[in-house]
């Protein structure tokens, strides 16, 4: 089991915003590595949290490179916050963040709820460190 695959049902306690550093941090409660865990995004583009709750459980997490099947509905929900129709795929603002997600300069990293809230975030990297 991966770092990534251990954050699956693992609780989500805090998100973090650094706007000044471009930063997001989401603090989470490991159910199988024992202890906490830190997801840290760093060069944030844009970053959502839909549906936040006092309780929040992990059911996937997904790191899209650009070339993945649907990210273009996943990356046109971040930015506008609604779901993408086949006009939607011209729009040129959409065109130019899958063009920097395919030459790897942006990742996108979803998380996937069983319960509560469902984060989608566009930046430059990702690392998870031991809180």
């Not at 202890?35 to 996937?60: C, H, P, T, W, Y």
Request: aromatic share 6%.
């Amino acid at each position: 089991m991966n770092d990534w695959e251990a954050l699956i049902e693992s609780t989500i306690d805090a998100i973090h915003l650094d706007p000044s550093n471009k930063e997001v941090r989401i603090e989470l409660t490991c159910a199988w590595q024992g202890g906490g865990k830190r997801i840290v995004a760093a060069g944030v583009d844009n970053f959502v949290a839909n549906e936040m709750r006092l309780s929040n459980i992990v059911d996937q997490v997904t790191r899209f490179r650009g070339d993945e099947h649907e990210i273009e509905g996943r990356l046109f929900f971040l930015i506008r916050g609604r779901e993408l129709c086949a006009s939607d795929l011209q729009w040129p603002i959409l065109k130019e963040k899958l063009a920097l997600l395919r030459a790897g300069e942006l990742s996108l990293l979803e998380i996937e709820p069983v319960y509560g809230a469902t984060i989608i975030v566009l930046a430059k990297s990702f690392k998870i460190e031991s809180r």
